[in-house]
């Protein structure tokens, strides 16, 4: 079965310093999403690519976030400097159709 | 805009009996919506959806849910529970302009031996 690949599973960063997250969808999969999930709460939209190109990232925080989707098809989330709130699960998801969503299993950041 | 409500925090159940989590759902038009379970650092797995056709939708994993349009509510059922289907559940609802996905809060259930 065909799986979105994510990457690292586990990232511990300090405070002020730079991390990054990837995210390689399911082949042919135009869509893909970065969620983000706090503890004890439901995955939040970050980012929506279509192709290359973003549709929706009305929920990113644009002065430390960036995300890039450069030929279409892997994705890197960019955060810089981390804060202590940016501790989180950061899900990326893929869709070809718009009525299956295919999730991969998270990169669990913890900032320090 | 499209969301869903998760009225319950937890659930718990013991194991062999029936189980339902329940959500309800606010949208425009005809809705798409979704289970996910959550395992502890893992992510979300799909269970089970609905987008059109009969109200009865089953999952995986024994899992079904019940689309009903005049209670706007989809809750998840299971007719007999077992220990390991202790997680977080999440449902969801597409929303009509680019297609994302919105969550609600999540429903810990437990099944207690």
């Known amino acids: 079965e065909a799986e979105v690949a994510q990457s690292p599973r586990y990232k511990i960063t300090e405070k002020s310093q730079a991390v990054a997250f990837w995210c390689d969808p399911i082949?042919?999969?135009?869509?893909l999403y970065w969620y983000r999930q706090i503890l004890g709460q439901g995955p939040e939209l970050l980012v929506q690519?279509?192709?290359?190109?973003?549709?929706?990232d009305s929920q990113l925080p644009k002065d430390r976030f960036s995300a890039e989707r450069l030929k279409g098809v892997d994705s890197t989330l960019k955060i810089q400097p981390a804060e202590l709130g940016d501790s989180a699960m950061y899900l990326c998801?893929?869709?070809?159709?718009?009525?299956?969503?295919?999730f991969g299993s998270g990169t669990r950041l913890t900032v320090v | 805009a499209q969301s869903v409500a998760q009225p319950e925090d937890q659930v718990n159940v013991a194991e062999g009996n029936p189980l339902t989590v329940k959500c309800t759902y606010s949208v425009s038009g005809n809705p798409y919506l979704f289970w996910y379970v959550q395992y502890p650092n893992r992510g979300l797995q799909f269970l089970l959806k609905y987008i059109t056709g009969d109200n009865l939708v089953k999952g995986s994993y024994g899992f079904e849910a019940e689309f009903n349009k005049s209670q706007t509510s989809f809750h998840l059922k299971k007719p007999s529970a077992l220990v390991s289907d202790s997680a977080l559940y999440f449902c969801?609802?597409?929303?009509?302009?680019?297609?994302?996905?919105?969550f609600g809060t999540g429903t810990r259930l437990l099944v207690s031996p």
């Open positions: 082949s042919g999969h135009a869509t």
């Open positions: 690519f279509q192709d290359e190109s973003v549709v929706d």
């Open positions: 998801a893929s869709s070809f159709s718009g009525a299956d969503y295919t």
């Open positions: 969801a609802v597409r929303d009509t302009g680019f297609q994302k996905l919105v």
